[in-house]
């Protein structure tokens, strides 16, 4: 009966270790404010709010930017130099999370995508993935792109115009 004894608080011993490594993961919280972006770029910036909903106070100790990487770049020093190093229960914190330098639109692939982890964990040197967001960006033509072209063809078709008048006028005489 001992033995039994000692197995079961020896099984229910490791089960909460277990069960508490990986309580801070269901408990971090990473909303993007606007996950989607489109626009000409080459920069975008992107915002989030990460929310503590766990009992107990959780560290940020990392990230982790994966992607369509190149021919994207991105920059972490939103989260790095502005985030808090832990949230306690119930904490949250707004900022800028990163950005991502786009190539300029032209032919090809211009939608990109790629995800950002937050890692860290009950203590500061953990690194589980605390929370993940996926985020897409969408590379358009800037709108002058589209007067320069629109100027363009109008300066072709007067020529064109004034091209087929005199050849219409040299046929009459």
Not at 65 to 78: A, E
Not at 152 to 170: D, M, P
């Amino acid at each position: 009966m001992k033995s039994f004894r000692k197995l079961l608080i020896l099984s229910f011993a490791i089960v909460s270790f277990l069960l508490a490594g990986t309580a801070a993961k269901a408990d971090t919280i990473l909303t993007l404010d606007s996950p989607y972006q489109s626009g000409p770029g080459p920069v975008y910036t992107f915002d989030a709010t990460v929310t503590n909903t766990g009992p107990s106070t959780v560290y940020l100790n990392g990230d982790l930017v994966s992607g369509d990487f190149p021919p994207l770049t991105y920059d972490d020093s939103g989260f790095i130099n502005f985030f808090p190093l832990s949230l306690n229960s119930g904490d949250s914190y707004t900022g800028e999370l990163f950005t991502v330098t786009a190539p300029a639109y032209g032919p090809g692939s211009n939608f990109y995508s790629g995800s950002f982890e937050i890692l860290g964990g009950s203590d500061g040197n953990a690194q589980d993935t605390l929370a993940t967001a996926d985020f897409n960006i969408q590379v358009t033509p800037e709108p002058s792109s589209f007067f320069l072209f629109g100027t363009g063809l109008l300066a072709l078709g007067a020529l064109a115009g004034r091209k087929l008048v005199a050849l219409r006028s040299n046929r009459e005489f």
